[in-house]
């Protein structure tokens, strides 16, 4: 069997919630009267008046805060190692005063989980990688402290604990979007460090995009979770490149989670606009188009997780990015089964059979997807 | 040489043109004092009154109107049949009372205007099709008219003009967008009619989408072009499906733009989130979610032209909907050389080259998606 990577799995580690717990602006944790699981009110459209706050929101139940469940997921499914990573909206909405203490504090205890897990499974470090489940994380960052040199001092702290791995990042970057030339210092210090960004969305796109709010709303979260989270992704890589940011920072190494939501598949319909757009061909123009192509960059720069829940998006991406770019993940503990029972989560098991049916022909890359990939771009032994 | 179709390539009919040169308020046309070509402000953000009039929008030159362009254009890229189509916005914004009279004369106008290019250009019809230009056309709706029958009588009598195939429609139906329940006479008259429908983009997404308006005109049309139009195809066609559309009429035929928008790519994200939106699987919802799985659809009611730029997208096409249902397309006159040279447009080039990178292992399938598809499904001849 080959070893298993699960690098898309999200916790609320307890610190977390308990400090979403003393909010009442979104996001914010309720705790309804009946002993039933926490309501997480993550976006603004969950937090409806009309709606009673023991139902509002989302239940997030231990699967989502209590690490054994985690673990007990991982060898349901037969994953080796996960690199966990805090959930959206992750620390994007702290007062900046905060956002120092809370980042420091979340990604210490994520490396207490990992190391306290790790420990636990294989005291004296002797058992085989793949007869264990290990754990290894990702870091939040303080992106809304009032100096982004906070940001850089925590990508470099980070660098030191022993079970971290790469940071996660949402789109909004500073407040301004990943286009804000005051993330410079950012990606100077994500390149000197050789630190992994993990991109994630969570603010989709408009309402009116999807034909005003109760047009969305009609088919619960279909919409923005699976047309706005990706197109979020997309707008936000393309401004980064649009901006110049892969030309600035050649080294940058992101991975994309959704398999770049749409990037790969748009990645010509980009460049060829890029082309023909006269505002960068145009001499003297103010704004000068990016230098680097789009498909550069995506065999450069770009890793893409293999989340996506079918052999098109599969193809896709390994045209684009190539079979040694692409990460297996779960996005664990989002999408559990809805029928109650305690088989094997559809939505990881269609990733898998996607990953089969795409790379048939050759078990190495499969097995390259599945963890290889994973184990040798984050160093994970 | 196999033969070639374009079945992705716009006019505005000179009656069309004169139309919008009467109008004041977007979509208009305006004629620079200085003998330049006209300029279309087709979109509210081009509308901008801190510009000039005779620098607002973009220039429409005779490419757009004169047929004669688009002849020497097909013999200069190799192309022996266009199917050509109204450019957006169509009539979508036609006061009501007139939706009927304009769709009549547009669509006489383009039946005139095929009809007149196949007698010039073979007399006695007994030159082989491949030796030769040859036109047929898509038709424009009346979909803002008071009542859905005008739509439906227009569908019916389109079926009687010789070179008229297909209707060509954007995403706005009636102004409700296509998952209103108003449209269900116009399906039904599609489906009864076997009349294939052209679904493309035209509104895009709010800017907001894309940071607002400053971030997103920093780039000029880059953004609401590459990313928007292609999701707003994905939107509309994912609308359609949620509400039952393709349950309800399962013998619909659909063109999507730009390879589906991104519908290949994300169709497994779609499909997964329908499967785990607990609106749909909860009982006694009063919305049930569709039936008909996103994979059945894409193999059976889409078909995706190649206008993609690029492998990837091609890729997802193909593992999505299948080489069958594939089609060559330019979308001509849009995205010219911007070099002010005579040579080959690499808008046309690059989805020439994918095509042939993407199916290099047989030329059966090359011609297929050249033009046999199109052929095959337009009854081309």
Redesign the interface.
């Known amino acids: 069997m080959p070893l298993i990577v699960d690098i898309h799995t999200h916790v609320y580690p307890p610190a977390y919630m308990q400090m979403l717990r003393a909010r009442k602006t979104v996001p914010y944790v309720h705790d309804p009267s009946n002993n039933a699981d926490p309501r997480l009110i993550i976006l603004s459209s969950d937090d409806d008046p009309s709606i009673p706050p023991d139902q509002r929101g989302r239940p997030v139940d231990s699967s989502y805060w209590d690490i054994s469940v985690k673990l007990a997921f991982m060898r349901q499914h037969g994953i080796n190692i996960s690199v966990i990573s805090l959930a959206n909206p992750w620390l994007d909405f702290i007062e900046p005063g905060e956002a120092q203490i809370w980042a420091e504090r979340i990604n210490d205890d994520l490396e207490a989980t990992c190391a306290k897990v790790n420990k636990d499974a294989d005291p004296e470090n002797t058992r085989p990688i793949d007869q264990k489940e290990t754990l290894f994380a990702m870091g939040a960052l303080p992106l809304s402290a009032p100096d982004p040199a906070v940001v850089v001092n925590e990508i470099k702290r980070l660098k030191t604990l022993p079970n971290l791995r790469g940071v996660i990042m949402g789109t909004s970057g500073l407040g301004?979007?990943l286009?804000d030339a005051a993330l410079d210092p950012v990606w100077g210090a994500l390149q000197e460090t050789d630190t992994l960004l993990f991109l994630h969305p969570h603010y989709g796109?408009?309402d009116?995009?999807?034909?005003g709010p109760d047009?969305t709303s009609?088919?619960?979260?279909?919409?923005p979770?699976?047309?706005g989270f990706?197109?979020e992704t997309?707008?936000a890589v393309?401004?980064m490149l649009?901006?110049g940011v892969f030309d600035r920072f050649p080294g940058l190494k992101i991975l994309l989670a959704?398999?770049g939501g749409?990037l790969?598949?748009?990645?010509?319909?980009?460049?060829?606009?890029?082309?023909?757009?006269?505002?960068?061909?145009?001499a003297g123009g103010d704004?000068q188009g990016p230098r680097r192509s789009v498909?550069d960059v995506l065999k450069t720069n770009i890793y893409l997780d293999a989340v996506?829940?079918?052999?098109?998006?599969l193809?896709?991406?390994?045209?684009?990015s190539g079979s040694d770019r692409l990460l297996f993940g779960t996005d664990h503990p989002f999408?559990?089964p809805?029928d109650g029972k305690d088989g094997d989560w559809?939505?990881v098991t269609?990733n898998y059979k996607?990953i089969n049916a795409t790379f048939e022909s050759s078990s190495d890359t499969v097995a390259d997807v599945l963890g290889g990939n994973a184990a040798r771009i984050l160093n994970l032994k």
């Open positions: 301004k979007g286009d796109l408009p009116e995009a999807f034909g047009a009609r088919y619960g979260h279909v919409l979770l699976a047309l990706p197109l997309t707008i393309t401004r649009l901006s959704h398999s749409t790969p598949f748009l990645a010509g319909r980009i460049e060829s606009c890029i082309l023909h757009e006269r505002k960068f061909v145009a704004v498909w996506v829940y079918g052999k098109p998006g193809e896709a991406a390994l045209a684009a999408f559990p809805l559809p939505s269609t996607a």
